[in-house]
């Protein structure tokens, strides 16, 4: 008797070398009898039914292995350096990268025409002391991942906290460069943008200073109490107690609105430098 053989495109492993063996066909078949025995034709029957099993289950297979949605996961990253408010710099996956905030804007440190914008180095700080001791993740959205200066776009999470929304909330932040379908958590970023605007925190405390445009600088001429700001643009104040403690205060802090500076600081880490302690502490 003869063995038939169907070569197939499985793994050797799984299925006899890649071939399909067929049990021994009766001297009637092969001889051109009229028809094929009983078990014969149970036989291949079976075979049959056990090739389109071994098709399904490959089928599945790849199905049940397709990757999550774009954009869905989060990267671990490590961080570089942080170069303001809304950009950092991270090692990921090997290579360095600069990562570019998604759906927020925050004053620039170093602006081509007005220079170091107010709030610019409290939201520069803000975002450092978020990013410097904690785990850090990025998450891209459905859109573009890169902008015209080749930067990655992405949210940021530090212990699983999103960055972008924490700086929102403190109002250090507007809600900016919207361009659908990188759009995922816009709903909760303009909810936390309008609690810090509501409470007059960051950059709500100046009328006009947030636009659709970006930060006009020449709307922060004086504070809501009406105190003229340093002329450098410096926001946070350093005062000093009846019994000789240094403390700074940052705005949107308790006590901001009460104090009368004795000295302006541009950072908080300037005034630690200057023996300022941060009030509360």
Known sequence: MSTGYIKTPFPAEEFGKGVLRFPPLSKSCLTGSPGLLFHDKLDLVMNMKRICLAVLLLILSGCASEPPAAGSARVPVELLSVTDGDTIDVILEG????????????????????????????????????????????????????????????????????????????????????????????????????AAREAGRGIWRYSDYATERGFDVSAVKEESAGETLHESGCTIKGNINRDGEKIYHWPGSLHYEKTVPEVWFCSEAEAAENGFRKSGQ
């Open 95 to 194: 290579e360095r990268e600069t990562i570019r905030y998604l759906l927020i804007d925050t004053p620039e440190l170093r602006h081509p025409e007005s220079g170091q914008q107010p709030l610019s180095q409290e939201a520069a700080e803000a975002n450092r002391r978020m990013l410097e001791t904690a785990e850090l993740e990025i998450e891209f959205d459905e859109g573009e991942r890169t902008d015209d200066y080749g930067r990655l776009l992405a949210y940021v999470y530090a212990d699983g906290k999103n960055v972008q929304e924490e700086l929102l909330r403190q109002g250090l932040a507007r809600v900016a460069y919207v361009f659908p379908p990188s759009t995922r958590y816009l709903e909760a970023f303009e909810q936390a943008e309008t």
